[in-house]
């Protein structure tokens, strides 16, 4: 495997594309961060109702993981679009092709793929963690770990985002189309999700019945669901009307959907004409 992925870098390494969409992820989880840390120093600190409702600073060290975790989750499609254009590329220029004649098995090259699917989860998620010790160091706090397992939220949903890119691909494998469908799905799961969300609220209002959060239990969202605001103190207040978090449910929901997409994409390699 490391010796195919050494493969797979001398393919990538100076490819345009991998700069110009690594660079924008980087510079934009640090634009976003810093933009909320200058809006809460400038803009909510100076409000002093807003105390009632946000005290502290959301770059705390005890605060901070869920802060950079779920601001920095908007950019998670840039790694994935990246896959989506790899991927169907090789698709589009035959390089699968000659890679199989080469002597690669097809579950090799789409085992392949799927690794860097993982690390460029892993690659994501480690920008992340620097991002926090970055705002956290700054903020004069006390190093903590709370809420960490934000980080793992974080990695699950950059995961979850790259194994449907890689799927998209094997159905499509054609670049332009692959872009579409998948920026498509997206708005469309995320309206669906909007729909669900108030469905459930609904469902609470009218017959005391909570179903949670329905819109988290699609394949995106749920990976999505588990990330949230670290400005809770509104939400806490709004909990007598909003369907309450179910996180292990999600969390069950999200990991088997990337079960799902794993074996999707296998059947989809092995089995479909070169």
């Given at each position: 495997?490391?010796?195919?992925?050494?493969?797979?870098?001398?393919?990538?390494?100076?490819?345009?594309?991998?700069?110009?969409?690594?660079?924008?992820?980087?510079?934009?989880?640090?634009?976003?961060?810093?933009?909320?840390?200058?809006?809460?120093?400038?803009?909510?600190?100076?409000?002093?109702?807003?105390?009632?409702?946000?005290?502290?600073?959301?770059?705390?060290?005890?605060?901070?993981?869920?802060?950079?975790?779920?601001?920095?989750?908007?950019?998670?499609?840039?790694?994935?679009?990246?896959?989506?254009?790899?991927?169907?590329?090789?698709?589009?220029?035959?390089?699968?092709?000659?890679?199989?004649?080469?002597?690669?098995?097809?579950?090799?090259?789409?085992?392949?793929?799927?690794?860097?699917?993982?690390?460029?989860?892993?690659?994501?998620?480690?920008?992340?963690?620097?991002?926090?010790?970055?705002?956290?160091?700054?903020?004069?706090?006390?190093?903590?770990?709370?809420?960490?397992?934000?980080?793992?939220?974080?990695?699950?949903?950059?995961?979850?985002?790259?194994?449907?890119?890689?799927?998209?691909?094997?159905?499509?494998?054609?670049?332009?189309?692959?872009?579409?469908?998948?920026?498509?799905?997206?708005?469309?799961e995320n309206g669906v999700s909007l729909l669900l969300f108030f469905l459930a609220v609904k469902i609470k209002r009218e017959n005391e019945l909570d179903l949670s959060n329905l819109g988290n239990y699609l394949p995106m969202n749920a990976s999505d669901g588990l990330l949230t605001s670290p400005f809770a103190q509104f939400s806490d207040m709004a909990r007598t009307v909003l369907p309450e978090d179910n996180n292990m449910l999600v969390l069950a929901f999200?990991?088997?959907?990337?079960?799902?997409?794993?074996?999707?994409?296998?059947?989809?390699?092995?089995?479909?004409?070169?």
């Amino acid at each position: 495997m490391i010796k195919l992925l050494k493969i797979e870098w001398l393919k990538i390494k100076s490819y345009t594309g991998f700069i110009l969409l690594s660079s924008f992820f980087v510079l934009g989880v640090l634009t976003t961060n810093y933009l909320v840390y200058i809006f809460k120093k400038n803009v909510i600190d100076k409000v002093q109702a807003s105390q009632l409702l946000f005290s502290g600073s959301p770059f705390d060290f005890d605060v901070v993981w869920k802060t950079v975790s779920y601001y920095s989750s908007f950019f998670l499609m840039l790694p994935a679009l990246l896959l989506v254009i790899l991927m169907s590329n090789e698709f589009t220029y035959k390089t699968h092709r000659q890679n199989i004649i080469d002597g690669w098995s097809r579950f090799e090259f789409l085992k392949v793929k799927l690794a860097m699917a993982l690390v460029f989860a892993l690659g994501s998620t480690l920008v992340i963690i620097i991002t926090g010790l970055l705002f956290g160091l700054t903020s004069g706090s006390s190093f903590s770990l709370n809420g960490f397992e934000n980080i793992g939220y974080f990695c699950l949903k950059a995961l979850t985002y790259n194994m449907v890119a890689i799927l998209i691909s094997l159905l499509v494998r054609r670049s332009g189309v692959a872009i579409a469908l998948f920026f498509i799905y997206t708005i469309f799961e995320n309206g669906v999700s909007l729909l669900l969300f108030f469905l459930a609220v609904k469902i609470k209002r009218e017959n005391e019945l909570d179903l949670s959060n329905l819109g988290n239990y699609l394949p995106m969202n749920a990976s999505d669901g588990l990330l949230t605001s670290p400005f809770a103190q509104f939400s806490d207040m709004a909990r007598t009307v909003l369907p309450e978090d179910n996180n292990m449910l999600v969390l069950a929901f999200a990991l088997a959907y990337i079960v799902v997409f794993y074996f999707w994409s296998k059947r989809k390699m092995l089995r479909s004409d070169l």
